[in-house]
């Protein structure tokens, strides 16, 4: 059995053309690289998203996590009424699309799929393709699958890998439809994302406090936080609200939700100035994220951003008081 290592990954996911609903580039690579994966079990919902499970003995992480990235990026596709006709589905705005189009950045199709035509290019710092977003995501939980299956780590948690995500999140609302992983399990959505209020690139993965639609879960993200803080991986806790991710749209439908982005360069393939340009994310954000979900994944974590708050509350409270004592005539 051939081991796959994050840049096998990243370069096998990368290279896969893919738009709103036609991911199945990107689904059958991710098939075959997970297809000898030990403890790894995964299968196709009725809308062709894939749900994979990774149960190794009886351990369990708490809460039981469901870490979700989306296989589509904005693109062109073929018209589904006249064949050859093409639209360009996912939020780019349609002066630069034509702009890019003018240039020549539009690649030949692939059946009925057209991508702007970027190639992968992976190093040491940086990872540049034409859809960083969400396929580095995608690469991130494989890599997650693979490196605990490697150290044989006793644990359960599971994964989404959803389609027509820039369309609005279409196969997350599916997936949370029917929501097969119990309730109380916590989606983790995995995203890249530009990096804004006071997030930087290289400055580690963001805890996403929410997005531009809704905040996320208290509990979840403080497991989160702890979790890097006893690990050591520096984050970097924001809001980001330039976009939106897959954690709205679960928790909108009742499931307990979180988020953490990889810092992303040229977000929907937009440099400063509205050009046409490939994605980047840089290697060591990338490589910290996997190090933060197989911590996560494997630790057990019950209630302790409610329960630390209210022993710090009660400690102060103790520590306080004389002068709460002394005080107290005042509020009669
Ligand atoms: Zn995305």
Redesign the pocket.
């Known amino acids: 059995m051939a081991v796959p290592n994050l840049t096998n990954i990243l370069k096998r996911i990368l290279k896969q053309p893919t738009a709103p609903f036609h991911e199945y580039h990107v689904r059958n690579e991710i098939l075959a690289l997970l297809k000898d994966c030990p403890h790894v079990k995964i299968k196709q919902d009725k809308f062709g998203n894939l749900l994979a499970t990774y149960k190794n003995g009886k351990n369990k992480s708490e809460p039981t996590w469901v870490l979700g990235a ?1 296989m589509d990026h904005p693109g062109f596709v073929r018209n589904p009424e006249a064949k050859n006709d093409w639209t360009f589905l996912g939020g780019v705005a349609k002066p630069e699309v034509e702009a890019g189009i003018k240039k020549g950045l539009r690649g030949k199709p692939v059946g009925d799929i057209a991508t702007w035509k970027f190639p992968v290019k992976i190093d040491f710092e940086k990872i540049e393709a034409n859809a960083c ?2 396929l580095v ?1 995608c690469a991130i939980i494989i890599a997650t699958f693979w490196e605990l299956a490697t150290l044989n780590l006793s644990t359960t948690f599971h994964a989404t890998f959803t389609r027509a ?2 369309v609005g999140f279409l196969g997350a609302w599916q997936v949370a439809q029917k929501w097969p992983f119990g309730k109380d399990a916590v989606f983790l959505s995995i ?3 530009r990096p804004v209020n006071g997030a930087v690139m290289g400055g580690g993965p963001i805890v996403r406090v929410g997005d531009r639609l809704s905040i996320f879960d208290n509990e979840g993200t403080a497991i989160l936080m702890t979790t890097a803080k006893e690990q050591g991986i520096r984050v970097q806790r924001c809001l980001l609200d330039a ?1 939106a ?1 897959e954690a709205t749209a679960m928790q909108a439908a009742g499931i307990r939700s979180a988020g953490v982005s990889v810092p992303l360069g040229h977000y929907h393939n937009l440099d400063e100035k509205k050009n046409i340009v490939p994605e980047y994310v840089m290697m060591s954000d990338t490589r910290a994220l996997i190090d933060l979900l197989k911590a996560l994944v494997a630790t057990k974590h019950e209630g302790i951003g409610e329960r630390s708050i209210r022993e710090r509350v009660e400690m102060r409270m103790e520590e306080y008081a004389p002068f709460i004592k002394a005080s107290k005539k005042h509020f009669k």
């Open positions: 989306h977003d969400d995501g995500e820039e995203e890249t994302s976009g991710c």
